[in-house]
């Protein structure tokens, strides 16, 4: 389904090597061991343009953090940094945990709702890895660290932008019913987030007891069912107040376009705004890329990468705003 | 100490890091480490919800009646199994088979897995019979499904899928269902 309201599909299996113990109780030594064997097999897997190993133990910390922001590892990785690795696709599609809570972790991001094409993928680069000696029963399924990913170890993942239905508090009453389906609302960096820019995340919560066709038919149903509920309240909305709207989305373009400081909760709030204006056809001349891209680099820890050093507060403001008038401009002259 | 990440906020969090045997701290608030998804690792819900009654126990500090099981591979116990909310290796769900039905029954609302395994594409279509083989040969205690056991947990689902009126998979599970109750006395 193509619709301006689903940012992103991610598709992730969480696996551990039989031969090992879990994540809780593994050396230093069995953990390089474990990176080497996913290393050598996945060198072999020519899926996504090839794949390159990044040990965070050689990584900066702002270095670290930029790749949680990116969506590419998640905050417990940073726990485990003596063992812990990421293996990253050339295009940035594919990335595969080592040593987090699990000693795999394969997951797949596409850009809309591409739930089936991202479970391909990844049963693809899981049937590649399977060759290693998974820990699993016939029972049980894939045994997992935490009993809460035990069977599948499957967890699907929607990433929808929801201005209208948060504005109008219907948050709540959404998060309500998908938590009686068995699904997790989350705000836009997984666990305990607030709604940073209107993000939310909405995943599957059971992974034992169904097959992983059910898992995803569920997750796809609800969160069709929350864009088209979305989707309702902005044309409802936009029928009662064309005009606060369009005032709304034409000065968030504005500030974003001509600001010379910007705070990044105040970015995220004002690209929500002007992705609201994108989607409803009102702004034109910056595209869906623009904004994902956006929305990435506006991260304090991304702002240090791209320019290569510490910068404190004040000196980032101003990086973040040249940084978005720059992405802005470019666009509109390209 | 500021945050790291956000030089404004007082560093809360110390995320360690150990690099070549040096060890190092990454600093972070607790803003940023909750926009970064960050979970606090000490829970009180973990023990209550995985563990039931024994958690709750373990929970408010007071000692369990039965005497927990350990794992002989990794030699965890239950207890503290149950007080963190991580298996120490595939050996454990062996281990703890008795008490884990109850607990992923709470979690998942099901203990029987009917997804994919390694080296095949989909169980269901497979069926348990083919599904062979054992990845991890010391968790083989786990005792295979019966069929009484595969036909409940195949009404159970019956029963949701009525409920969310998704009559497409219900009609698939009556056929399951009828097909297992055919077959002969053996478990399957």
Known sequence: ???????????????????FPFSEKLTLAQGE???????????????????????LSTQSDI????????????PKLLQNKAVGALILSKDQTISIMINEEDHIRIQVILPGQQTREAYKIAVEIDKQMESLGYSCSQKFGYLT???????????????????AIIRTGNLEKAMESCN?????????????????????QISNQVTLGHTEEELLTTVERIANQIVDFELRLRKSMLQEDRLGIEDEVYRAFGVLANAR??????????LSDLRTGVDMGLIKTVTKETLDE??????????????????????????????VRDRIEKRRRD | MLCQRCSQNPAAIHVQRNINGKRTQIHLCQNCYKDLGGTSSSDFGWPTLLGGIDGLQTAVGLPTIKQSPKCDSCGLSYEQFISN??????????????????????????????GRLPGTEKTEKTEDKEVKKEASPKVSKSKKKTKEEKIADFKQKLAIAVKEEDYQLAAKLRDKIIALEKQGGESV
Do not use: W
């Open chain 1, 63 to 74: 270095d670290c953090i930029a790749l949680v922001e990116n969506h590419l590892i998640s």
């Open chain 1, 1 to 19: 389904m193509i619709n301006h309201v689903t940012i992103s599909t991610r598709v992730r299996f969480a696996r551990n090597l039989s031969e």
């Open chain 2, 85 to 114: 909310g991580k298996f120490g290796c595939a050996n454990c769900y062996g281990e703890f088979h008795e008490k884990l039905e109850q607990m992923f029954k709470r979690l998942h609302g099901s203990a029987t897995h009917l």
């Open chain 1, 33 to 55: 061991m474990i990176i080497k064997k996913i290393e050598a097999v996945t060198s072999k897997i020519s899926l996504g343009g090839g794949f390159e190993l990044i040990r």
């Open chain 1, 294 to 323: 956006l929305q990435i680099v506006v991260q304090p820890a991304t702002i240090q990468k791209l320019a290569g050093r510490s910068l404190p507060t004040a000196e980032r403001d101003i990086v973040r705003a040249d940084l």
């Open chain 1, 180 to 200: 009686k389906l068995g699904i997790a609302v989350r705000g836009m960096y997984g666990e305990n987030s607030d709604a940073l820019g209107h993000m939310i």
């Open chain 1, 261 to 270: 400081r910007l705070k990044t909760k105040e970015a995220l709030k004002l």
């Open chain 1, 145 to 163: 660290s935490c009993p809460t990913n035990t069977g599948t170890g499957m967890r699907v993942s929607i990433m929808l932008h929801l201005p």
